[in-house]
Structures are given as structure tokens and as C-alpha cells.
């Protein structure tokens, strides 16, 4: 049982909130209206440097709450926290696209937009995002997992304890997380066909979200393995510790919005002295500054050799941003319009949602094993690699037929890998809505007797 502990916090924790300090100031200053002073390059780096700070209280303390819910509602917890700089930078950019749609009555210049109008720019951050996520985040874990195991392994650990090689393993109770994201992709599917985002498609994925919260929430806590500060916050009694979690979940989610936005500005600004289109810098610059705290989590996790933990923040963050964030887009523009109108989409944008959401459809196909091999990890990487490529270096018509070719290419190797894994596909469907979770977890440690 849990008993009190008077001893002073560990010196990771201090170390940790200790360097979170000069961008949590620098981020109210500016929000207040300060001036720095400080070039853009430097200020990405204090403000980037919080931002790792408060990755690792917000790993701590998702590892600590575990003690008192399921470890899916724990990662949920963790994603939502961790999303929060793509809320606030795509809240930013809707917000002005409201404004500017409510003086001009319209957002999109007539014959189709461009990277600098607002509209453009809101859902630019949000694709980006979504691709980034996928298509180097699932990536970076198999590798970081690859590594960390094989440095155990050269070490002398018995294999029996180190994560297969070459894959990344989700437990069944991570069927939730699979389902609810394939739910998500398959609307998502048809935003490609509308001229705007509009308060209709937010109450469908807000509704599939907090459905998908629900479910987590049915979910037993259990015992984790837990190390280190994590198991410091841990050992406390009850409240104390949940003191201390609800703390470090809510400090790291100040700086994290403190820092945030001002880290992608900074950023953006960076690459604008280098010359960097300003569409390009919002769709791929910018989500690698707000995605930076749930890859640093995975990646923490990764290297601790929790690869499905590792997996499971990216996929719960994925589930967040592809139902709570794309649902609430249309909410904030309609308030900073005050009107009920969606927020526009281009042909440009039309064509980005169908490549993101085809994406996530593949990503799904491959997690239907529930596992994502370094062959898959693979696939995803080298495809987000051409689609970064042309959006940067090829004409906007060319962009559009690469656009075009991979989204058909998701989309048939994901039907591809549904019909060879079909009944697995509708077990998982069964197992992710109304299996009991005692149900998932006695098949997981089935699973993990039957490798020892």
C-alpha cells in the first residue's frame, strides 16, 4: 500500500520544472504585451527547452495516475495535455480566419485560395500535424524502441524482458484507441467532398471522442511497473499523490501553453529570415514545435522499453487530434465569426484532408494485428517523406497530382491489408467497443506467458 513520504522531491522532478522556468516567463511576458528583445532563433530554444521540461512532468505524472486509472485513460490524460500546443496554434489561425471572414464575407479570394489566407493556414497546421504525427512520430518510437532493447540486450538482459525486435507490440486493452481512430478516419473521409468544415462535422467527432473517453473510463487501474520520480509520486498516500500528479499535469500544461505558440512563431520567423514559403513553415515547421511534447513522452517511454505505452501516447494523441481538435475548429470559427457558417475549404484543402485522412486509414490497417513492424514504420516514413518533398519542391499542380497518387495508394494498401487481415479486423472492432477489458487484460498476460 501507498504510505506518506515527507522526503523532499527527486532531483530529476526539480531539474525538470527548474528549466521550464524561462520560457514559462518569457511566454507571459510576451503575452503580455513585452517585447524581449531576444532574436527568434534563440527564443526557439528557451521556449523548446520548457517545452521538454514539461514533457517529462507530464510523462511522471501519466506513469503516477496509473495507480488510480486504467494505463488507456492515463495516456488519454497524457495526449490531451500533451496536444495542447496544436490547439492553441490552430485556435490562433481559425480565430483570425473567423475575423477575417465576418469583415470581408469571405476567407478563400475567389478562384480558389493560397498558403496566406487564414483559412488556408488553420487547416494547413492541422493537416501538417496529423501527418507529422503519423509519419515520423510512429517511426521515430520503432527505432528509439530498436535501440534502447538492443543496448539492454548487449547489456546482459534476458531477452525473455526486452520487446521483440523490429516491432512494437500494443496490448489488447489498446483495441479502444485502434477502433475510435478508425471511426474518426472513416468520417474524415468525407470532408474531402464539402466546401467547408462546418458545426455538423464538429458534433460528429466530438461525440465520437467523448464516446471513446467513455469507453477508456470503464477500464480497471492496474499495477505498472513504475521507476524512478514516477514511482516517488507514486508511493504517496492517496490524496497526497493525487496532489502531486493533478500538480504536475497542470504545471506542465501552463508551460506547455505558454510556450507553445510563441515556440512556433519563433520558428516561423526563423525560417522566414532563411527565405521558407510561410504555407510551408505553418504546415510542417510549425507541427514539429507543437507536436514536440507527445514525441518526447513516446520517445521517453520508447527508451524505457514501454514501446506499447510508447505507441499508445501517439495513437491516443492521434485519436485527440482527429476527433476533439478537428471537431472544435468549426466551433471557434463560428464564435470569432459570430455566425453559424463553416470554415471554408479551397481546393488545395479538400485535397490535404484527403491525403491526411487517407493516411490515418493506412495507419489503422496496420495496427489491426495491433502491432506496427518496422515494415510498416517503414512504409509510413517513406511515403511522408515523398508527400514533405513534393509539397516543398514541386509546382502546386504537380503537389496536387502527388497529393492525389498517394492518397489512392493509402487508401489500396490500407482495403489490402483489411481483406488480408479480415477477420482479425472485426475481432478488433468487437474487442476495441464491447469486450469487457478483464476480458482484454487476461488475454494480455496469456500473451506475455505464452513469449516467456
Known sequence: ?????????????????????????????????????????????VFGTAIIGAAFLLSWAAEAIQVDVSAGLALAVLALVAVLPEYAVDFVFTFEAGQVYASEGQCVPPGGGDGSNPCALALANMTGANRVLVGIGWPLLVLVAAWSARRHRQAGEPAANLPAPGRVDLKPTMSTEVVFLGFATLYSLTLPLRTSLTLVDAAVLVAVFVVYAWRLAQAPAEDPDLIGTSEWVAGHARRPRHAWVGAMFA????????????????????????????????????????????????????????????LGTLLSSKVNQWTLLVGTIPIVFAVSSTSLHGLPLDTQQRL?????????????????TL??????????????????????????????????????????????????????????????????????????????????
Request: hydrophobic residues 50%.
Open 251 to 310: 504545471a506542465a500544461g501552463v508551460v506547455i501553453l505558454l510556450c507553445a505558440e510563441h515556440f512556433a512563431t519563433a520558428l516561423v520567423e526563423t525560417g522566414s529570415t532563411l527565405g521558407v514559403d510561410e504555407f510551408v513553415l505553418v504546415q510542417w515547421l510549425a507541427p514539429l514545435a507543437s507536436e514536440s511534447p507527445e514525441l518526447i513522452v513516446a520517445c521517453l517511454y520508447a527508451w524505457r522499453l514501454k514501446a506499447s505505452d510508447s
Open 1 to 45: 500500500m501507498p504510505q506518506d513520504r515527507s522526503a523532499r522531491p527527486p532531483v530529476p522532478m526539480l531539474a525538470a520544472a527548474a528549466v521550464t522556468l524561462p520560457g514559462a516567463v518569457l511566454g507571459a511576458l510576451s503575452y503580455l504585451g513585452t517585447d524581449t528583445g531576444l532574436p527568434p532563433y534563440l527564443l526557439a530554444v
Open 352 to 368: 490535404e484532408l484527403l491525403l491526411t485522412a487517407a493516411q490515418s486509414l493506412f495507419a489503422v490497417s496496420l495496427l489491426v
Open 371 to 452: 502491432r506496427l513492424t518496422w515494415r510498416g514504420a517503414t512504409t509510413l516514413l517513406v511515403l511522408f517523406v515523398v508527400q514533405f518533398v513534393a509539397s516543398v519542391a514541386l509546382s502546386t499542380d504537380v503537389d496536387r497530382l502527388v497529393i492525389q497518387v498517394l492518397s489512392g495508394l493509402y487508401v489500396l494498401l490500407a482495403l489490402g491489408l483489411f481483406v488480408r487481415h479480415g477477420r482479425r479486423t472485426g475481432q478488433l472492432v468487437k474487442d476495441g467497443t464491447v469486450t469487457p477489458f478483464h476480458q482484454l487484460e487476461a488475454e494480455d498476460e496469456e500473451q506475455q506467458a505464452a513469449t516467456r
